[in-house]
């Protein structure tokens, strides 16, 4: 596949519109093309009507300034895509080596057909499980890639033809899938057998969160569903508002006690209890001057993080935060919009723009310590590498911030500088950050291929 073929269809499957009803719906999400209408200013004096966007700047009195962050840990496991019910992980002991140590085809590939592959893996008692771009489940030695087991959860009939999104967690020896074909089910993770099964109404391209005896998932119009962990049985539920615009990479629950939080298209951030789904409060994460057609995207699509009583979150709109678990209170924004998953770690949070701008903030002031441009040249890896890459991560591992790219770049970064470190290619693209677990890296690509790294 060609870069540019490749930044087109990366363009398509991260924005998608439900329910269009026109062409004037649809053009605001087609961003990559250039239009050919254009407009000749009268002369005279010319008079903002909008006022320009925030700047992030880094901050005077932390420029240049250290910081701490937790020693590297071992993680002995990996089940849920966020690692765990905080999605919170602070400093993984692993990939030391930082290189490719085993790689497994997993089935039905995205390089050649829009087969989007987004969910990424999850991990537990040393077996790496993955889904493809069409609902094809399978279970590998974490050590060396050999496939334990696999099952085609593929629907071939009705109006979805083409059911990537969806994801995977591992809980109490099942494994949990959600899916664009309009269901979550249990399977068996030892041997993939169906346990049970549960029809939405909405696809799903979002990874289910398993905690309090229940599952819970959010699809595609923005409906947040509960089930029953043991037998498949529908509990409560709570539909956000809809959104005609939305980004197709979804964002999985985050768990802390009997608190979930949930972020949807409309750039809500919502805290409601595990039980019963009462409210405890609710924030949007949307700016209020919003001047192009991508910024009216609100997406709160990267996964919400919970780290030491703080809810982080990032909306596509251009509005990171930091929000007080307790009393849903902000206590500092950034103008970043994003649509991947911050990274909080010791005295800092880590976030990627859309722009491909790497930024570290303290999480006590929300001041900026450093921002790098992931898409600058660097080092002899990136000699004659054209147009820029959409970045997903950083998952920290080593004192290193480790990143993906649409390029198939995995790139390790210093956690203290962001200065470049290392780089593996990959020979696809990908749209997921990596997992940890037992001392690996594990990353699917868009060649449906699941890439350890050491």
């Given amino acids: ?114 087969h989007f592959v987004t969910a990424p893996p999850v991990e537990a008692a040393g077996l790496v499980y993955a889904m493809d771009g069409q609902a094809g489940v399978s279970a590998h030695n974490a050590q060396t890639g ?43 993770a030892h041997n993939g057998h169906t346990l049970w099964k549960s029809n939405t109404d909405a696809p799903i391209h979002a990874a289910p969160t398993v905690a309090d005896g229940k599952v819970f998932v959010v699809s595609l119009d923005d409906q947040l569903y509960t089930f029953d962990e043991a037998t498949g049985a529908p509990g409560w539920n709570y539909q956000a508002i809809i959104e005609p615009a939305r980004m197709l990479a979804a964002s999985s629950p985050a768990v802390s006690g009997d608190s979930i939080i949930t972020t949807f298209a409309s750039g809500e951030v919502i805290a409601k209890r595990t039980g019963n789904g009462a409210d405890l409060w609710n924030q949007a994460l949307s700016r209020s001057n919003r001047n192009s057609a991508l910024s009216e995207i609100r997406d709160v699509a990267g996964r919400p993080v919970i780290y030491k009583g703080d809810v982080y979150a990032a909306s596509h709109s251009g509005v990171f935060a930091a929000i007080d678990l307790r009393t849903g209170t902000p206590r500092w924004t950034l103008p970043v919009a994003s649509f991947t998953t911050p990274w909080a770690a010791g005295d800092v949070v880590y976030i990627v723009s859309q722009t491909g701008q790497l930024v570290c903030a303290s999480r006590d002031s929300g001041g900026v310590y450093w921002i790098v441009d992931l898409n600058a040249p660097v080092g002899k890896n990136a000699k004659g590498a054209k147009g820029t890459a959409y970045w997903f991560g950083p998952v920290l591992a080593g004192n290193r911030l480790i990143l993906t790219s649409s390029k198939g770049d995995i790139v390790a970064r210093d956690a203290k500088t962001g200065d470049f470190i290392s780089v593996i290619h990959t020979g696809a693209p990908m749209m997921q950050s990596p997992m940890a677990a037992g001392g690996l890296l594990y990353v699917v690509n868009e060649r449906a291929e699941l890439v350890a790294i050491r």
């Fill in 1 to 114: 596949m060609s870069l540019g073929k490749s930044r087109v269809v990366l363009a398509a499957v991260m924005v998608a519109a439900v329910g269009l009803t026109g062409c004037a719906s649809f053009s605001k999400l087609q961003f990559w093309k250039n239009s050919s209408n254009k407009s000749v200013a009268s002369p005279g004096e010319r008079i903002p009507i909008l006022e320009a966007d925030d700047q992030l700047n880094v901050s005077d009195a932390l420029k240049g300034q250290s910081f701490y962050l937790p020693p590297a840990a071992p993680q002995a496991d990996w089940p849920l895509p966020g690692g765990t019910l905080e999605q919170s992980v602070e400093n993984v002991d692993a990939a030391p080596d930082f290189r490719i140590a085993w790689r497994r085809s997993l089935g039905v590939s995205a390089m050649n057909r829009q």
């Fill in 146 to 188: 050999e496939q334990v087991w696999r099952v085609n959860l593929q629907i071939r009939t009705g109006r979805d033809r083409d059911g990537y999104g969806g994801g995977l967690a591992y809980a109490d020896g099942k494994l949990f899938v959600s899916s664009g074909y309009r269901f979550v089910t249990a399977l068996d």
